[in-house]
């Protein structure tokens, strides 16, 4: 009955206007209302009143991060650390947060609150999955074992411990991992792109792909599966079907650099210069010479000249050769500088 709820409430902050208790109420059945500005303002009203009061900070902060305003909802909850340290939500909030853009700064917090609250499971995955991504995968794989142990059904924990194991060359022991999830929840698209993943690394190819296409077809939008399947694809020397799918990718996320490089590289690779030559000129105009990896470098270098663009070509095999360890991508890129330069020179 949230009017009669509202009614009550209005009723006695008429004789307690500032009461902190009443605030965060009222500030509730605004935000269920969808009133986000009234709750914001009734829960800062709160905090106002009594700066001590924890609940009235942990519902501003969520109610901040619930209106993608990260960084302040990272303020308000460092303000609750100052007044309740061992604030466990807190901790993880900012952890949780702080992960997606600074791995190394979000494990302080996150460790603290896995350190006071041992047998919250949400706290040790967010842990494990930060280990991960500082390479820390031993740790990783400790952590996320003890959350399975707490929590043995919890898909969500399995598929990052078998990311953690893939990370380190356990190739089998996280497809099992992943099979085992997958025999009982077969629409976990995640951690069916990551069992293609896992069968790609071990040098299981069709069965990459062959799993990769069965996420795409769970998640039709799914990036990190047709990133999967375009990897298969390219290791089966299959480039116009590997630009097609990032294209596919592309459209999804036109942001994503290393997406139009792959593209491009995968069109270069089966003949289509011209389709592949603007997305090189886009991204060196962007970042410049050395921004590739040297096999993007020499294959881009291929294409410029391809195009009668010799300078441009000759750049290029520069700086593959520069970049390249000795081999024969190193010796193509001599040589193709070699080549360019007696042209320019007229010779």
Do not use: W
């Not at 209302?33 to 001590?52: F, H, K, M, N, T």
């Not at 380190?168 to 997958?182: M, V």
């Not at 939008?221 to 299959?238: E, Y």
């Not at 291929?302 to 593959?320: D, K, M, P």
């Amino acid at each position: 009955q949230p009017e009669a709820a509202e009614e009550i409430v209005q009723t006695a902050l008429e004789r307690l206007p500032d009461d902190p208790d009443l605030l965060v109420v009222r500030a509730t059945l605004e935000n269920r209302r969808g009133a986000a500005e009234e709750a914001e303002i009734a829960l800062r009203q709160a905090v106002a009143s009594d700066p001590y009061h924890k609940s009235a900070r942990s519902r501003l902060g969520q109610l901040l991060l619930e209106s993608d305003r990260s960084q302040e909802a990272i303020e308000v909850y460092n303000d609750l650390l100052t007044i309740s340290p061992g604030d466990t939500e807190a901790l993880h909030t900012i952890g949780s947060i702080t992960l997606r853009s600074n791995p190394v700064g979000a494990l302080p917090y996150l460790e603290e609150a896995a350190r006071l609250a041992p047998g919250r499971t949400l706290y040790l995955t967010s842990l494990g999955i930060a280990y991960v991504h500082c390479d820390r995968v031993g740790e990783a794989e400790a952590t996320l074992r003890r959350a399975l142990e707490i929590d043995p059904n919890n898909h969500q924990i399995g598929n990052n411990l078998g990311i953690a194991l893939l990370r380190q060359g356990e190739y089998e022991d996280a497809i099992e991992i992943f099979e085992t999830i997958l025999e009982e929840q077969p629409n976990h698209f995640q951690a069916r792109n990551n069992l293609a993943v896992a069968f790609g690394e071990s040098g299981q190819i069709e069965s990459a792909e062959r799993e990769a296409r069965k996420a795409l077809a769970q998640k039709p939008g799914f990036v990190d599966a047709m990133l999967t399947l375009a990897a298969a694809l390219h290791h089966q020397d299959r480039q116009v079907e590997e630009a097609e799918v990032l294209a596919r990718a592309l459209r999804e996320m036109p942001d994503r650099s290393d997406i139009m490089l792959r593209l491009a590289v995968a069109r270069a690779g089966s003949g289509d210069c011209a389709r592949a030559i603007p997305f090189f000129e886009a991204m060196l105009a962007e970042t410049g010479l050395g921004s590739f990896p040297p096999e993007a470098h020499l294959t881009a270098g291929r294409c410029f000249e391809i195009a009668g663009s010799t300078e441009i070509a000759l750049r290029q095999f520069e700086e593959a050769a520069r970049l390249a360890a000795q081999g024969p991508a190193r010796d193509e890129a001599m040589e193709g500088v070699r080549r360019l330069s007696l042209k320019l020179d007229g010779e």
